[in-house]
């Protein structure tokens, strides 16, 4: 109700300045013609210079970004189909950025060579078929190369198939965090529907089915490096979006249907923690964090924890208020080091052993 | 055709053109075109105002997420404890914010506005095709904003999907508060927002067809025009796909439909719906959203080029490459929607399609790109702030489309889909340079509108210069947060420890955020200010050939006092020369406005 009021109140304020300014206008006396809100030579000298001080704070803008921001981009590709992205991306940035670096030139240096002089002629210039022909065909030829070489790697890394024996994992999403469901030994998941979700069985695994006997459920997500994975994605209520920006790989989980996404680990959480980069990058957050632990512990609060890298699966679709903290940690490992972890973790039979029991 | 309709609008002006208006027909239920163009920009600076006001409120939590700010007890209420934001206000704020920016200020304020004020002076016509249709276009539009700006109030808060409102979020209150009494009141507001937009389009459509003066073929229109016209177009074919998707939702909402929905469980319980898709509701949303951001840009083009070819006194480069580009952008604009859908869950061969068809549409942007930049080569250029908007325009339209060429490609779409590289993308390319094409129009036409008084140009130059620079400022360190693959829409980054080192660029960015936004009020001063002491420019002041300019400064009934001006030339004759190249065609004008016949020492071009 108050901001209504203070609403209201804006409103007939702004009312009565309208009414006061034309009490003002009917005591003015008008001057009809006058030129002086119309650029003049001055105008446009300054201004043509700053157009050309334009260009150049863009150019040192991209220039201080790159400097400073670079380490703040994401490491190498951790995954085989990433590498290829990684080239078709730098391959397109350098494209783009040397016809940003050009056309910005020519749009500003000209504002700036042919600003306005009083009684100057410009040219009386309307067409040209020649240059618009070569300005078609440009982008043409550049963009045709373009899509087929993005063709091509799209079609290689959505095609998902079984070759190269893949393991099958299920990522589950719901409001706000992950499950991650391993297909065990027979490699097939068990069927699954939310309707059958009860008590411990959180995925809504169908009990009954022989598949789902050795699924496993767990909330952190282990790989093995260098085995191709098939991820099954399901989702029990919102959209969600599975996004492992370090394996370049990113697939909505939407209620209702399963997607999929495949691909394969190539450097371990080991081998990336000790990449030079990501040494430099996590000792520089570190450095970030004490500085803010320092101002907390003057506050009286808590410091933080030093950070160590991992590899992350973050939520990448709006889905509710808690979406700015969804996510799960990823561990690729060595196939030993995997198998061990896994075989921690209970199987789902004997989840559906202690339901039993309950009833 | 238009010859007739042109006589018949002549007695329609004789007989109605001196009874007095009142105030209420005069100012509020006008059918008059030019006072309904100021409606819409005066409703559609007030909804910007809005719009980026929540922007300023969610920079200030993304930079400094554990500061406690006054400001936001003050504005948001019981959403803010102790000066720290709600996470699901944070939402509900980038929810309204891109809604409100993407209908109401750039599709209602800036087609709205220009397409009224231009089409009819442009065309030579006394008003549009119906007055009244045109009105009650206004006042819906009106409604719906009021009902977008009440919804803010709602007890559970406005609606929080995101602007695309994806269900199931958007469907379900057990999702979040705002999928509530907020969400209903956003569909109502925009399925009004629809109805308003297609009852204006219509009339332009019509208008654009029907009430050319004589002599104005297709090819002599104004590059406005014409993008205006298409825009039309475009609103028409696609805004209804809109319109039936926010219905199904609707009856998925309240009558237990299952368009959208399957297999849900939330809130402890399985809900009953089977069957339904959210990916059929992203492909009716974007079958309207991909054209709504040329909705969006291609009325500022079509400002931006007449505005280039007036201040550089050339003729705009290329016009029927222009034309053509805007035809074929036009055409594309429907069939890329699936761009923004490549890692839904559809058919990944979809995605290929999607793909060829994206970067297709870059070659009649780039096409346009160079005939803008030709066109100031070896002109005469005037930096007015209208043109120093159009140039900006051009270099964020550049920018902004160049990274588009990335994101259009479904490969590198995985790893940069709905990460701040998208919004920074979107924002350049439509965002800002469609506000530059808004604000170079209102610089441009402000003396049509306002009966000859102009803005200052000197607060315009220091609104102009510092604008340029803090958008930049703003959007391009932006590309590196996405890069760095930090999400869109993440209330605060500080749970992810590996995205600490971002802290620096978001406070970079607010800091510019912050900038720009203070010297929107010299705008704003500048803008009301000037519409009552103004100084009183002459008829033409940018000695431009365009027929509005021929009209009388003083508003009337019918737009030309005496008989329409007819046509016999293109708009585009800037610095033309006599056929012995001795001096301009008239001598000592650089310029040949479109009523004035052929001379005889004069070469004919094909317009």
């Known amino acids: 109700m108050t901001a209504f009021l203070v609403v209201l109140v804006i409103i007939l304020f702004g009312v009565t300045i309208w009414q006061m300014s034309r009490i003002f206008q009917m005591s003015k006396v008008k001057t009809v013609g006058s030129t002086s809100e119309i650029a003049s030579d001055k105008d446009n000298n300054i201004n043509g210079y700053l157009m050309l001080g334009f260009v150049i704070f863009m150019y040192l803008l991209a220039i201080f970004s790159f400097w400073e921001y670079s380490d703040v981009l994401l490491p190498k590709s951790a995954s085989e189909h990433g590498v290829e992205i990684d080239n078709l991306w730098l391959i397109s940035m350098v494209i783009i950025f040397l016809v940003g670096i050009l056309t910005q030139w020519l749009l500003h240096y000209f504002a700036f060579k042919y600003k306005g002089v009083e009684g100057k002629r410009a040219m009386f210039f309307a067409d040209n078929d020649r240059l618009e022909f070569i300005w078609t065909i440009i982008p043409v030829i550049v963009l045709a190369g373009l899509i087929i070489y993005g063709l091509f790697t799209w079609t290689d890394i959505m095609n998902v198939n079984d070759e190269d024996d893949p393991m099958i994992v299920e990522l589950y999403a719901y409001q706000f965090d992950w499950r991650a469901r391993y297909s065990g030994s027979d490699n097939v998941l068990g069927e699954a529907n939310v309707r059958l979700i009860e008590g411990v069985n959180q995925l809504g695994v169908d009990a009954s089915d022989p598949n789902a006997q050795d699924d496993i459920v767990v909330d952190e997500l282990h790989l093995p490096v260098g085995r191709k994975i098939i991820f099954k994605m399901r989702s029990q209520d919102v959209l969600h979006s599975a996004y492992m920006p370090f394996f370049r790989a990113q697939m909505n989980c939407v209620p209702g249907m399963i997607t999929q996404f495949s691909f394969t680990p190539t450097v371990t959480t080991e081998e990336m923690r000790q990449d030079e980069d990501m040494i430099d990058k996590v000792r520089n957050i570190n450095r970030l964090r004490r500085e803010k632990s320092q101002e907390l512990a003057a506050k009286g609060e808590e410091a933080l924890e030093s950070y160590e890298f991992d590899y992350l699966l973050l939520c990448n679709k709006i889905c509710g208020a808690s979406h700015f903290n969804m996510q799960m940690k990823i561990v690729v490992e060595s196939q030993e080091d995997y198998e061990k972890w896994l075989a921690s973790k209970p199987a789902l039979k004997e989840t559906f052993a202690a339901m039993n029991e309950e009833i | ?607």
């Open chain 2, 1 to 607: 055709m238009s010859a007739q309709s042109h006589d018949l609008s002549v007695d329609h002006h004789d007989d109605h053109g001196h009874h007095k208006e009142t105030f209420i027909t005069k100012y509020i239920f006008s059918q008059d075109h030019k006072m309904i163009s100021k409606q819409y920009l005066i409703t559609g600076l007030f909804m910007g105002i809005i719009g980026i006001f929540m922007s300023l409120l969610f920079r200030l939590q993304l930079a400094w997420p554990d500061h406690q700010f006054t400001i936001f007890d003050i504005f948001l209420g019981k959403w803010s404890d102790n000066g720290v934001m709600d996470p699901s206000v944070y939402l509900a704020l980038v929810t309204i914010h891109g809604t409100i920016m993407v209908f109401f200020v750039l599709t209602a304020g800036l087609s709205g506005t220009f397409s009224n004020l231009l089409i009819p002076l442009q065309i030579g016509a006394r008003d549009m095709a119906s007055g009244f249709l045109n009105m009650i276009s206004y006042w819906l539009f009106f409604l719906s904003s009021v009902i977008m700006v009440c919804s803010l109030f709602v007890e559970a808060g406005p609606a929080s999907a995101g602007w695309t409102i994806y269900p199931p979020l958007s469907a379900l209150p057990q999702a979040i508060p705002g999928s509530g009494m907020g969400m209903t009141l956003w569909l109502v507001s925009m399925a009004i927002f629809i109805a308003s937009s297609l009852m204006g389009s219509l009339n332009y459509i019509v208008t654009v067809i029907n009430l050319r003066t004589k002599g104005m073929s297709m090819t002599r229109l104004p590059l406005t025009i014409w993008a205006f016209f298409v825009t039309a177009i475009i609103g028409v074919v696609s805004f209804p796909v809109l319109l039936s998707a926010a219905l199904m939702l609707i009856m998925d909402r309240s009558f237990g439909t299952s368009f959208f929905l399957s297999d849900i469980y939330i809130a402890g319980e399985v809900l009953h719906n089977q069957g339904g898709s959210p990916v059929l509701f992203e492909h009716l949303f974007w079958f309207l959203g991909h054209p709504e951001v040329y909705i969006v840009i291609l009325p500022a083009m079509g400002i931006v080029s007449e505005v280039l070819a007036t201040n550089s006194r050339k003729p705009i480069f290329g016009y029927r490459a222009m034309v053509a580009s805007i035809l074929a952008i036009a055409f594309l604009s429907t069939i890329v929607w699936g761009h923004h859908m490549f890692i839904s869950g559809m058919n990944p061969f979809l995605g290929s399609v999607f793909t060829f068809t994206t970067l297709l549409i870059a070659i009649p942007s780039a096409v346009k790109a160079f005939n803008w930049i030709t066109t100031l080569w070896k002109g005469n250029i005037q930096m007015n702030p209208a043109m120093l908007f159009s140039i900006a325009f051009v270099s964020t339209f550049i920018t902004g489309g160049l990274t588009g060429i990335i994101l259009g490609d479904s490969a590198l779409d995985i790893n940069v889909h709905d990460t701040y590289f998208v919004v920074a993308h979107f924002h350049l390319v439509m965002g800002i340079s469609a506000l530059y094409g808004l604000l170079a129009g209102v610089y441009h036409w402000f003396p049509k509108m306002f009966q000859g008084r102009m803005m200052n140009k000197n607060l315009g130059y220091v609104h102009f210069w510092v604008t340029a620079i803090g958008a930049y400022g703003i959007f391009f360190p932006m590309h590196f947060v996405g890069m760095a693959g930090l999400p869109r829409r993440y209330y605060t980054n500080t749970n992810f420890p590996y995205f600490d080192d971002l802290a620096d660029i978001n406070v970079l960015m607010t800091i510019f955020a912050i900038i720009t936004i203070a010297v929107q009020v010299v705008f704003l001063y500048n803008f009301f200010h000037s519409i009552f002491f103004g100084k009183l420019g002459p008829q033409n002041p940018w000695r431009s050939t365009t027929l509005e300019w021929t009209a009388e400064q003083k508003h009337v009934h019918g737009n030309w006092a005496g008989e329409i001006p007819h046509v016999y030339r293109w708009s585009y004759d800037y610095s033309k020369l006599n056929k012995d190249e001795t001096d301009y065609v008239i001598p000592g004008q650089d310029y040949i406005p479109q009523n004035i016949p052929l001379h005889e020492n004069e070469e004919e071009m094909s317009h």
